[in-house]
T-cell receptor, first 113, second 112 residues
């Protein structure tokens, strides 16, 4: 069965600095999709970034980028120029054909002013 | 604008009562999902539907049921609420497997 692991329950970063959140997954599929979701204190789940496994190029959305290592089954999220509004829970998630979204347990990110 | 709405936002109920949480989406998505979120567990899938009249059990379906009579709605029913079902419940929808999910704002349910 597919699993998603986030090994850092909590992380902290200084405002304007860069932080990387780790995610690994286990699958025997070759075609799948990976996502990072942000959940601020408002509780709303917000899609941050999406990566298709067949694409070698790492996805980027403004200050958010991923390091996708397919062979290592690793999908880390890098947040550059961290802002106070980035403080939230971040969830890594996996999906493939016939398999619904599977979430990691989350990483709580704090941003220090 | 299209949206997905959950109601109520908060609910307190007593053990043994039947409770229904509403989920309504105007995205015209075929796929709809219910998750529960608990500390230390992330989000776990309760039930899902790929279209009208289609419902399927997820990872933690015991004590819950859903029905899909139209595209827009997937209500979640707790047949006999238990304290272990105290949680935050999220509804989500998706147009297909290639896409991520759009989430509702969640319902915090407390069973006392």
């Amino acid at each position: 069965a597919q699993t998603v692991t986030q090994s850092q329950p909590e992380m902290s970063v200084q405002e304007a600095e860069t932080v990387t959140l780790s995610c690994t997954y286990d699958t025997s599929e070759s075609d799948y999709y990976l996502f990072w979701y942000k959940q601020p204190p408002s509780r709303q789940m917000i899609l941050v970034i999406r990566q298709e496994a067949y694409k070698q190029q790492n996805a980027t959305e403004n200050r958010f980028s991923v390091n996708f290592q397919k062979a290592a089954k690793s999908f880390s999220l890098k947040i550059s120029d961290s802002q106070l509004g980035d403080a939230a829970m971040y969830f890594c998630a996996y999906r493939s054909g016939g398999v619904n979204l599977i979430f990691g347990k989350g990483t709580k990110l704090s941003v220090k002013p | 604008d299209a949206e997905i709405t959950q109601s109520p936002r908060h609910k307190i109920t007593e053990t043994g009562r039947q409770v229904t949480l509403a989920c309504h989406q105007t995205w015209n998505h075929n796929n709809m999902f219910w998750y529960r979120q608990d500390l230390g567990h992330g989000l776990r899938l309760i039930h899902y539907s790929y279209g009208v009249q289609d419902t399927n059990k997820g990872e933690v379906s015991d004590g819950y049921s859903v029905s899909r009579s139209n595209t827009e709605d997937l209500p979640l029913t707790l047949e006999s609420a238990a304290s272990s079902q105290t949680s935050v419940y999220f509804c989500a929808s998706s147009p297909g497997f290639l896409y991520g999910y759009t989430f509702g704002s969640g319902t915090r349910l407390t069973v006392v």
